[in-house]
Every structure is written in C-alpha cells, then in structure tokens.
C-alpha cells in the first residue's frame, strides 16, 4: 500500500483532490499513473477536454 492509497482510504484526501496527483501530459510531475488513480479510487481517470 502506497502513500496515496492511505491518505485516500483514511480521508486525507478526495477523489477530486488525489486528480492533482496524476501524471499526465498537462502534469508531467505528478506522482502517480492514470491506472494507480483507478485502482485506488475505483473511478477512471478522464483528462479534462481542452476548449
């Protein structure tokens, strides 16, 4: 169990805010995958559609 995975599971943190987390091509220094977001919040990860 990582870090995320507690902080989330005890509360620390939601959903919405654990998104800042991902790593993505807007985010490239983000500290964990689209998958592990998944995995840990049983929600996919949608990257926001650019306007």
Same mark, same amino acid.
């Given at each position: ?5 507690? %902080? ?5 943190? $939601?959903?919405? !805010?654990?998104?800042?987390?991902? *790593?993505?091509? %807007? ?5 964990? $995958?689209?998958? !592990?977001?998944?995995?840990?919040? *049983? ?9």
């Amino acid at each position: 169990m990582n870090f995320w995975q507690i %902080a989330f599971i005890s509360k620390w943190v $939601t959903a919405a !805010q654990l998104r800042i987390a991902v *790593k993505t091509e %807007a985010n490239p220094f983000g500290e964990i $995958t689209p998958e !592990q977001y998944k995995e840990i919040t *049983k929600q996919d990860f949608e990257t926001q559609a650019k306007a």
